[in-house]
């Protein structure tokens, strides 16, 4: 095996770790959702059972790192392309490499945004074994 190959698969499991995290917040806010009853039209609050809170907000906070990760990368890889053109010039074949710092924090937000989903799960199966076993 290859590095390259070695960072193919780690491209390909973060990425899927990703979009699997971000159906599962979705879903676990949906979940969230049904256990306050739904909102009623004429209501102003919404009911969250006390032991579902900590999930929703872990939840949402797992979308807010899943934006953030995306958004830091934008910045710093663009940022990082516009250098590297003025440095190099436009058009620029040459081969250079990107400085290691560029995606850490993209992995912070990204291991933040899979802890987040998995606590929040962790949470509800909790409160759903206790409530429907």
Same mark, same amino acid.
Not at 44 to 49: A, G, K, S, Y
Not at 76 to 79: L, T, V
């Given at each position: 095996m290859k590095l390259t190959d070695a960072y193919k698969r780690y491209e390909d499991r973060s990425r899927t770790a990703g979009d699997v995290a971000r159906k599962l917040a979705f879903a676990g806010i949906a979940i969230v959702w049904i256990f306050? +009853? +739904?909102t009623p039209a004429n209501a102003?609050?919404?009911?969250?059972?006390?032991?579902l809170r900590?999930?929703?907000?872990?939840?949402?906070? +797992?979308?807010?790192f899943d934006l953030l990760q &995306?958004?830091?990368a934008s910045f710093?890889?663009? !940022?990082y392309h516009r250098y590297k053109e003025h440095k190099l010039g436009r058009g620029s074949e040459v081969d250079f490499g990107a400085p290691r710092?560029?995606?850490y924090l993209t992995l912070i !937000? !990204?291991?933040a945004k899979l802890a987040s989903v998995m606590a929040? &799960?962790?949470?509800?199966?909790d409160y759903l074994a206790r409530r429907l076993l």
């Open positions: 306050s +009853g +739904g102003r609050v919404i009911r969250i059972p006390h032991d900590w999930p929703a907000v872990l939840l949402t906070a +797992g979308l807010a &995306y958004i830091w710093a890889w663009g !940022f710092p560029i995606n !937000f !990204f291991w929040a &799960y962790a949470i509800m199966v």
